[in-house]
């Protein structure tokens, strides 16, 4: 089951891209901590980023209150 934020994560990027069957999302423990990983068409990329990295970093904000509900650290990668 995944946990709620990689649900946040995807639900969100798939509103943001033009490719929404292109977006991927996958979980791994590194460290204690819960990593999310953010795959989405090469062509969307800049949308997920956003100008200076400005969607990026709303996206981790709202992953990490999602983080704070599980009570776990998390952080989140977007890309390769």
């Known amino acids: 089951m995944a946990s709620k934020m990689a649900e ?6 798939k509103a943001l891209v033009e490719q929404p ?10 460290d204690g901590r819960t990593i999310v990983h953010l795959d989405v068409a090469e062509d ?6 956003g100008r200076n990295g400005r969607v990026a970093t709303a996206l981790r904000s709202l992953m990490k ?6 009570d776990v650290r998390a ?3 977007i890309g390769d």
Not at 65 to 70: D, G, H, K, M, Y
């Open 65 to 70: 209150v999602a983080a704070i509900q599980e």
């Open 21 to 30: 069957d292109a977006v991927k999302v996958s979980e791994r423990e590194e």
């Open 8 to 13: 946040l994560t995807e639900y969100l990027a």
């Open 75 to 77: 952080g989140l990668e």
């Open 44 to 49: 969307d990329l800049g949308k997920v980023i």
